[in-house]
């Protein structure tokens, strides 16, 4: 047995929402609401649509096609546009909010908040310890915020001027930011990463990590990509900030890992492997790699926030794969759309994934269609039209009571 699977059985009886009782009088009603915020292919709009009925939710017009990012509690969506020098927000309309035994579900209007975040070319934004970072590669500065701030309009930003400009990444993570370091030939990759303190002096040493590209969060641990290997930053157990461990992925043959999502019921991450594999990453575990190959290139891949166990790949044949990371096997397999050819340029228009519920939302580009396909069976169960050439997707959601 895999760490994963005992964590596994500690964490499956908190994935189920609590069903009604008998008590049918005082019992609170129970609802379930997904939105999905689809990125334009060619035009900068955001649209909202609710995931069950199809309906439109808003049309958010932007300056350009965005790559969006969700906050971890899902009431905002940041519409990254780097060649305008802007990060758009716009508020979800979903909220869910912890009442212990139960959460309490609000759901309201999404709306485009009036803080657009400016820079020379924004691009990365990541959450970590109640803070937003938004790496800007023009200057190399990051801004960070609290979501809070951005949903009530008073903006307290904080600028800290790291430089110099690069394809960089910050990473918030207690007291500390984990941020890449650039080589000191702005044409050469990216060398490692390092610690900073809140004023943004150098804390430790920094720890190589070619190219750094990529990252994700599980269980208060972050891991990064690297050409050679992937770099775990651990919390601080006291003061000194994160530990950074470079781990190399010599083992696994040609490839490396530049794109991550981090497993949210338990500790695991997915990373990308070359264009034809994924590999799943345990830190800390004796096998800490185990390289999954796909049958075709790989277009995109997303985890099953509450089917911990589920992670979602559609390769460029056309076919949707559920992936069980338990066992590291392929468990079913599907075509779910027209081949779409990683041929071609990185950028041009193929689905993306993002699970909302009991469903995957998986955009049809050519088609100009929302996808929703069922997580048990792989099958659609129905459509969502969309205007204009749907590409980038977020979905935001979950069950809550509303009293
Ligand atoms: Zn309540
Ligand atoms: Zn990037």
Request: proline share 6%.
């Amino acid at each position: 047995m895999t760490s994963l699977s005992r964590l596994m059985l500690v964490f499956a009886s908190f994935v189920v929402f609590p069903a009604a009782t008998a008590f049918a009088e005082d019992e609170p009603k129970s609802d379930t609401r997904w939105r999905l915020f689809v990125g334009d292919h060619a035009e900068g709009v955001v649209r909202a649509l609710d995931a069950k009925t199809g309906a439109s939710a808003g049309t958010f017009r932007i300056d350009q096609t965005p790559a969006l990012t969700r906050s971890d509690s899902g009431r905002t969506v940041f519409a990254v546009e780097g060649a305008a020098g802007k990060v758009a927000t716009i508020a979800t309309g979903i909220a869910l909010e912890d009442h212990g035994e139960h959460a309490d579900l609000e759901v309201t209007d999404a709306r485009l908040l009036p803080t657009v975040l400016t820079g020379k070319k924004p691009a990365h934004v990541v959450e970590g310890s109640g803070q937003i970072a938004v790496f800007d590669d023009g200057t190399g500065d990051v801004t960070l915020l609290r979501e809070s701030e951005l949903l009530d309009g008073k903006m307290r930003p904080r600028v800290l001027k790291l430089g110099p400009a690069h394809h960089g990444v910050a990473v918030p993570m207690g007291d500390f930011l984990v941020v890449s370091v650039p080589d000191a030939d702005p044409e050469k990759p990216r060398v490692g990463l390092k610690v900073v303190d809140r004023d943004g002096g150098q804390v430790g040493e920094t720890v190589a990590c070619p190219g750094v590209h990529g990252q994700a969060q599980s269980a208060r641990t972050f891991v990064f990509g690297c050409k050679d290997g992937i770099v775990v930053a651990t919390p601080a157990k006291a003061i000194g900030g994160p530990a950074l461990t470079h781990i190399s992925t010599a083992q696994l043959g040609e490839g490396n890992v530049s794109t991550l999502k981090g497993g949210k019921a338990m500790q695991f991450f997915l990373g990308n492997y070359g264009p034809s594999a994924v590999v799943l990453i345990e830190p800390g575990a004796e096998e800490v790699f185990r390289k999954v190959d796909l049958p075709t290139r790989r277009v995109d891949f997303a985890l099953d926030p509450a089917k911990a166990r589920n992670a979602y790949i559609l390769t460029e044949d056309g076919t949707l794969h559920l992936l069980d990371v338990l066992s590291g096997k392929i468990m079913k397999s599907a075509r779910v759309t027209e081949p779409y050819s990683m041929d071609g340029h990185w950028r041009d228009p193929r689905p993306r994934l993002a699970v909302a519920g009991d469903h995957i939302a998986l955009t049809d580009p050519r088609h100009g269609l929302v996808r929703m396909i069922s997580t048990e069976t792989l099958t659609e169960d129905r459509t969502i039209p969309v205007e204009g050439t749907p590409y980038t997707i977020v979905a935001v959601g979950g069950s809550g009571v509303a009293h």
